[in-house]
C-alpha cells in the first residue's frame, strides 16, 4: 500500500475497535467525537501534508528497507539531513495545525529502537533487531501512526519497579509463555494513542538486574484484548461540545492524551524487542527521550510561530502594532522561538550514525533544546497574553455575540480598530486563549515542561554530557596549572 491519504487514515482509524473512555462513559465512537475529532485531524494532517507536492521531500524519504517513499513519520534516519528535515517536517506540522500532532512519538520510538535492538541482540544473539524491522516495515508499507509509551505512573519515585507497594506500578510481564508474555500495567500521558494503528510500548527508566520482568518492550495494535484508554481532561475542553467553533479558539485541531492500561495484555514473540536484558532499558529511554527532546526543537517552535502571529494581528486590531514595546515584544517572542530551532537544528546536525546504521541526535544538545523549551513557551505565552491584553479571557460567548440584542452592544463596544470587525478581534483572542489557557496549553506549555521528560530528567544528562573534566584541562592548560 502507498501513502495513505487523510481521509483514507481517518477510516483505517474508524475500523479498530479500541476501548476509550471518557468522563465515566465509554466512547462508541472516537473518531466522530467533537471533544476527540480535533485530535485526530492533527494526525491526519501529517498523511494530507505528505500528499502536497510541494512538502514531498520534507514529509516523505525513500525507505532503504522497502524501497518505497515513506512518511517520514515511519522513517529511520539515514543522514543528518534526515534528522533536520525531521525538525524542519515538525516545525511545518506545528504551524499547520497549532497542536500536538501526535505521530511523532512512534518516528521517535522507531528510531530508538532500531539501534538498541541491534545492539542487544549484538551482546545477546537474540532476535529483537529483526523482530523490530519486521514490524517497522509492516508500519511503513502501511503509513500506520504509531504511538510510543514510555511513561509509566511510577508509584513512589524513590523506589525501584520491583519495590513498588504496587507491582503494577510500573508495567511488567506477568506470564512468560512458550508464544509469547503476558503484560500488567499503565502508560500515563499517551499522546496520541487513540489515534494510533499501533502502539510500542518502552519501559521508562534505567533498571537493576531485580527489575528483569520490567525490562519489557514491544508493539500491539489498539485492538487488542485487555487494552483500554482514559482520556484526559483539558482546559476548556467540553466547549467543543457546546457547537461555538469560535469560542473553541482552534476548533479543527487539537491533541489528545490518555492513560493507557494494559490490562493482562498478550504480546507474541515476534512482537518482542526487549525482555529482560535490564542494563539496555537505559539505553532504549536514553535515545528515545534525546530523540523526543530534538522534536521540541520543531514542533513547539510552529505553534510558536502561530502564537507570534496571533499576537501580531490582537495588536493590528487594536491599532497598537505601532507602538515600539509591542514590536519589541514580537521581536523577543520571535527570538526565543528561533532560538529554540537553531538548538533542534542544531542537535540534528551534530548528529552521528549508530552501530546499526541509523543516525542519532547529539544527546547533549537535544537535551539543552528541551530544557530551553521547559522555558521559553512560558515567556513566548506571557508576551502574547501581554500584548492581547485582558479581553482575551473576558470576552462574552458567541452565543452572546449572535444573540439580536446583545451582538450588536458587543459589536459596538468591543471593537478596536473601526476597519476590523469585532468578530475578526474575538477570533484571534480566543486562538491566544486557546494556545495559552485552553486545550492546546497542554500540547503548548505543561507538555513543554513536561513531555518528553521534565526539567530535572534533562539536567541529569546535561550533567553526564557536559564533560565537565574537559573544561577543567582546558582552563588548566590556559592558566598553566601543572599538578
Ligand atoms: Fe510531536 Fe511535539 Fe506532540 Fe511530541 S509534543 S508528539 S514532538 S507534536
Ligand atoms: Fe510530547
Do not use: W
Not at 259 to 284: H, K, S, W
Not at 423 to 443: D, H, Y
Amino acid at each position: 500500500m502507498a501513502l495513505m491519504t487523510g481521509e483514507q487514515y481517518v477510516e483505517s482509524i474508524r475500523k479498530i475497535k479500541m476501548e476509550v473512555y471518557m468522563f465515566g462513559k465509554k466512547v462508541e465512537n472516537p473518531v466522530d467525537d467533537p471533544i476527540l475529532r480535533p485530535s485526530l485531524n492533527s494526525v491526519k494532517m501529517t498523511y494530507d501534508l505528505a500528499q502536497m507536492p510541494e512538502y514531498q521531500d520534507l514529509m516523505t524519504a525513500v525507505s532503504p528497507y522497502t524501497g518505497k517513499r515513506v512518511n517520514r513519520f515511519t522513517h529511520i534516519h539515514q543522514s543528518t539531513e534526515d534528522l533536520m528535515n525531521k525538525v524542519k517536517m515538525q516545525r511545518l506540522c506545528g504551524q499547520k495545525t497549532a497542536a500536538c500532532f501526535q505521530r511523532c512519538v512512534g518516528m521517535d520510538a522507531f528510531n530508538a529502537e532500531f539501534s538498541t535492538t541491534y545492539e542487544i541482540d549484538k551482546k545477546y544473539g537474540t532476535k529483537y533487531h529483526e523482530n523490530f524491522k519486521n514490524f517497522m516495515t509492516y508500519c511503513q508499507e502501511n503509513d500506520l501512526t504509531v504511538d510510543g509509551a514510555m511513561t509509566d505512573t511510577k508509584g513512589d519515585r524513590s523506589l525501584a519497579p520491583h519495590a513498588q507497594a504496587d507491582p503494577d506500578l510500573f508495567l511488567h510481564v506477568v506470564e512468560r509463555r512458550p508464544d509469547g508474555v503476558v503484560v500488567r500495567g499503565a502508560k500515563a500521558h499517551q499522546t496520541g494513542i487513540l489515534n494510533s494503528h499501533e502502539v510500542i510500548v518502552m519501559p521508562t527508566i534505567s533498571m537493576g538486574p531485580d527489575d528483569k520482568d520490567y525490562a519489557i518492550s514491544f508493539a500491539v495494535p489498539l485492538d487488542t484484548k485487555g487494552l483500554f484508554m482514559i482520556v484526559g481532561r483539558q482546559s476548556c475542553d467540553t466547549r467543543k461540545r457546546e457547537g461555538s467553533e469560535m469560542d473553541v479558539g482552534n476548533s479543527t485541531f487539537g491533541g489528545v492524551e490518555a492513560l493507557t492500561v494494559f490490562d493482562n495484555v498478550f504480546v507474541p514473540n515476534d512482537r518482542i524487542f526487549l525482555n529482560g536484558e535490564t542494563e539496555f532499558a537505559g539505553m532504549l529511554v536514553e535515545r528515545f527521550a534525546g530523540y523526543h527532546r530534538q522534536s521540541y526543537g520543531g514542533c513547539k517552535v510552529g505553534v510558536g510561530d502561530v502564537l507570534i502571529g496571533a499576537a501580531a494581528v490582537a495588536a493590528d486590531y487594536n491599532g497598537a502594532a505601532k507602538a515600539s514595546h509591542v514590536k519589541d515584544k514580537l521581536i523577543e517572542m520571535t527570538h526565543l522561538n528561533e532560538t529554540l530551532f537553531c538548538c533542534g537544528i542544531a542537535c540534528s546536525a551534530m548528529g552521528t550514525p549508530t552501530e546499526s546504521g541509523n543516525y542519532i541526535i547529539d544527546l547533549l544538545l537535544a537535551n539543552v533544546c528541551k530544557q530551553n523549551v521547559t522555558r521559553f513557551p512560558y515567556e513566548i505565552v506571557r508576551l502574547a497574553e501581554d500584548i492581547a491584553g485582558g479581553l482575551m479571557v473576558t470576552a462574552p460567548s458567541e452565543a452572546d455575540f449572535r444573540d439580536p440584542k446583545l451582538g450588536p452592544v458587543i459589536d459596538k463596544y468591543l471593537r478596536g480598530v473601526a476597519s476590523v470587525s469585532t468578530e475578526n478581534r474575538l477570533r484571534i483572542l480566543r486562538l491566544i486563549e486557546n494556545l495559552s489557557l485552553g486545550t492546546a496549553a497542554v500540547g503548548y506549555r505543561t507538555e513543554s515542561m513536561h513531555g518528553a521528560g521534565s526539567p530535572q530528567a534533562q539536567r541529569i544528562m546535561i550533567a553526564r554530557q557536559g564533560n565537565l573534566a574537559h573544561k577543567k584541562e582546558l582552563a588548566k592548560a590556559i592558566a598553566h596549572i601543572k599538578e
